[in-house]
């Protein structure tokens, strides 16, 4: 590390790991860095400054990062390398131990103090988590890439204390955000011409308990009902915390998308319960079908788990056979990945690796085919898209639907960030194509 790195001027480079909520805060960060002189490089190897924002979620997350910290130093061995997120607070100082090239290790509710903690571990190795249940990031500056849509937590933590999940571990116990901190957000971010918000929190849908008279239902209506805003997504859903009057918050509002992120992790009842979630099959089948006939033409994505320790061939065709009942327009599909300090950890019967891989291909073949479907139904028709940014061949640019189904637009018709009407010809596994109309809505300057 140079003394480059403790210069006001210096540049930074953040990587983030893991979900929208650390996407989020590492757009605090950046925020915090850009308001105290530091600037964005343009790569990691010419950076002053990387930080890594980690995530431990499943041992492949934090393999990652390991791995990534550890290289930083043939990559670019003058940086100051900061370590944060979810494996910054669970390991805090043991990160240090581990990997001798890092200078800081820092808790995000220790943010506010960031340039302060840089100068101090450019002269000295330090770890300063902060306190977890009491500074809050939310009302710090942030920097957004993308000048249209914002991302807003309503909630941080979670009670849920699933028996495989590390979030209660290290994101804490719930806290939800005053509702008015909340739409003074959201207005003084559609007055800097933000159009569509992504309320965010590990589990939304129980958003206000504990504070008076609040709900999640109330709060989606008062953001949308903000001059300015067009559409509201949030995400994600707790299927025990999803009520009737959040399905009929949705439907009662245009801003709020059709769009519903209702994680199962599993369609067998023995490994529901064994997972703690509160709920069983039926349950979960009857809240899709209420979903599907309060919010027409909703759609609605997942999260699955196989090989949960004891999981039977018979438990996983209860999986399958749910994929097949419900019919996902999207899911996201994982191993169960074992994590110190969780409920399940001290299971046992652990499913050997090759039945957990065998099981998540069968899973993942399966449900490819209701992607395809999903994407296939748009075929003919007209979709609002909001362009959020180039798709890796360059050619084309990232449209989302109001359902968060990828649409795939010619670059040169639609301008990033922007909001355009678009038909659509064709569809193919993980994304459908579409060609402009018009632009309805230009990104704010
Ligand atoms: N192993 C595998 N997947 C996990 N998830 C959470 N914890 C684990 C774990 N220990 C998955 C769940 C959750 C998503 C964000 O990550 O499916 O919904
Ligand atoms: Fe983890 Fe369950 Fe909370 Fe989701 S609801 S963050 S899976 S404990």
Same mark, same amino acid.
């Given at each position: 590390?140079?003394?480059?790195?403790?210069? #006001?001027?210096?540049?930074?480079?953040?990587?983030? &790991?893991?979900?929208?909520?650390?996407?989020?805060?590492?757009?605090?960060?950046?925020?915090?860095?850009?308001?105290?002189?530091?600037?964005?490089?343009?790569?990691?190897?010419?950076?002053?400054?990387?930080?890594?924002?980690?995530?431990?979620?499943?041992?492949?997350?934090?393999?990652?990062?390991?791995?990534?910290?550890?290289? !930083?130093?043939? $990559?670019?061995?003058?940086? @100051? $390398?900061?370590?944060?997120?979810?494996?910054?607070?669970?390991?805090?100082?043991?990160?240090?131990?581990?990997?001798?090239?890092?200078?800081?290790?820092?808790?995000?509710?220790?943010?506010?103090?960031?340039?302060?903690?840089?100068?101090?571990?450019?002269? /000295?190795?330090?770890?300063?988590?902060?306190?977890?249940? *009491?500074?809050?990031?939310?009302?710090?500056?942030?920097?957004?890439?993308?000048?249209? /849509?914002?991302?807003?937590?309503?909630?941080?933590?979670?009670?849920? &204390?699933?028996?495989?999940?590390?979030?209660?571990?290290?994101?804490?116990?719930?806290?939800?955000?005053?509702?008015?901190?909340?739409?003074?957000?959201?207005?003084?971010?559609?007055?800097?011409?933000?159009?569509?918000?992504?309320?965010?929190?590990?589990?939304?849908?129980?958003?206000?308990? %504990?504070?008076?008279?609040?709900?999640? =239902?109330?709060?989606?209506?008062?953001?949308?009902?903000?001059?300015?805003?067009?559409?509201?997504?949030?995400?994600?859903?707790?299927? %025990? +915390?999803?009520?009737?009057?959040?399905?009929?918050?949705?439907?009662?509002?245009?801003?709020?998308?059709?769009?519903?992120? !209702?994680?199962?992790?599993?369609?067998?009842?023995?490994?529901?319960? =064994?997972?703690?979630?509160?709920? +069983?099959? +039926?349950?979960?089948?009857?809240?899709?079908?209420?979903?599907?006939?309060?919010?027409? %033409?909703?759609?609605?994505?997942?999260?699955?788990?196989?090989?949960?320790?004891?999981?039977? +061939?018979?438990?996983?065709?209860?999986?399958?056979? !749910?994929? *097949? =009942?419900? %019919? &996902?327009? /999207?899911?996201?599909? &994982?191993?169960?990945?074992?994590?110190?300090?969780?409920?399940?950890?001290?299971?046992?019967?652990?499913?050997?690796?090759?039945?957990? #891989?065998?099981?998540?291909?069968?899973?993942?073949? @399966?449900?490819?085919?209701?992607?395809?479907?999903?994407?296939?139904?748009?075929?003919?028709?007209?979709?609002? !898209?909001?362009?959020?940014?180039?798709?890796?061949?360059?050619?084309?640019?990232?449209?989302?639907?109001?359902?968060?189904?990828?649409?795939? @637009?010619?670059?040169?018709?639609?301008?990033?960030?922007?909001?355009?009407?678009?038909?659509?010809?064709?569809?193919?596994?993980?994304?459908?194509?579409?060609?402009?109309?018009?632009?309805?809505?230009?990104?704010?300057?």
């Amino acid at each position: 590390m140079t003394d480059r790195a403790s210069q #006001a001027s210096a540049s930074y480079y953040i990587r983030t &790991f893991g979900c929208q909520m650390n996407m989020h805060d590492s757009e605090h960060l950046a925020g915090v860095l850009e308001l105290s002189g530091y600037t964005g490089a343009a790569d990691i190897v010419q950076a002053d400054i990387v930080i890594y924002n980690t995530c431990m979620v499943r041992q492949s997350a934090e393999d990652k990062a390991w791995g990534q910290i550890e290289a !930083l130093s043939s $990559l670019n061995g003058s940086a @100051l $390398l900061a370590v944060c997120g979810c494996m910054a607070e669970r390991y805090g100082v043991d990160i240090m131990s581990r990997c001798p090239g890092v200078d800081l290790v820092f808790g995000l509710h220790s943010i506010a103090r960031l340039a302060e903690m840089l100068e101090k571990s450019s002269r /000295a190795r330090l770890c300063d988590l902060g306190n977890i249940n *009491r500074a809050s990031i939310d009302e710090l500056p942030s920097k957004r890439a993308n000048p249209s /849509a914002a991302w807003v937590p309503v909630s941080h933590g979670c009670d849920r &204390f699933c028996s495989y999940c590390v979030v209660p571990l290290v994101r804490g116990r719930e806290r939800s955000r005053p509702p008015g901190e909340v739409t003074e957000e959201v207005q003084r971010l559609a007055s800097a011409g933000v159009f569509e918000i992504t309320l965010l929190g590990q589990n939304v849908n129980s958003y206000g308990r %504990g504070l008076d008279g609040t709900s999640f =239902a109330g709060l989606l209506e008062s953001v949308a009902c903000v001059p300015g805003i067009r559409r509201v997504k949030f995400e994600t859903s707790h299927p %025990g +915390d999803l009520s009737d009057s959040i399905l009929v918050a949705m439907s009662g509002r245009a801003e709020v998308c059709e769009y519903l992120h !209702l994680p199962v992790q599993s369609g067998s009842n023995d490994v529901l319960s =064994a997972m703690g979630r509160g709920y +069983d099959r +039926d349950y979960y089948l009857q809240r899709v079908e209420r979903a599907r006939e309060l919010v027409p %033409g909703v759609v609605i994505s997942t999260d699955i788990m196989v090989g949960f320790p004891g999981e039977t +061939d018979g438990d996983f065709q209860g999986t399958m056979d !749910l994929v *097949r =009942a419900v %019919g &996902f327009d /999207a899911a996201f599909m &994982f191993m169960y990945s074992r994590r110190e300090g969780t409920a399940a950890a001290s299971i046992g019967n652990e499913v050997p690796q090759v039945v957990k #891989a065998e099981r998540l291909k069968a899973l993942s073949r @399966l449900q490819a085919r209701f992607t395809r479907k999903s994407l296939v139904n748009l075929v003919g028709s007209t979709v609002e !898209l909001l362009v959020e940014g180039v798709a890796r061949s360059g050619e084309y640019v990232v449209g989302r639907t109001r359902g968060h189904q990828v649409v795939l @637009l010619p670059s040169f018709e639609a301008p990033l960030y922007s909001l355009v009407e678009a038909y659509v010809p064709g569809a193919g596994s993980h994304a459908a194509r579409g060609r402009v109309k018009k632009v309805i809505r230009e990104p704010p300057d």
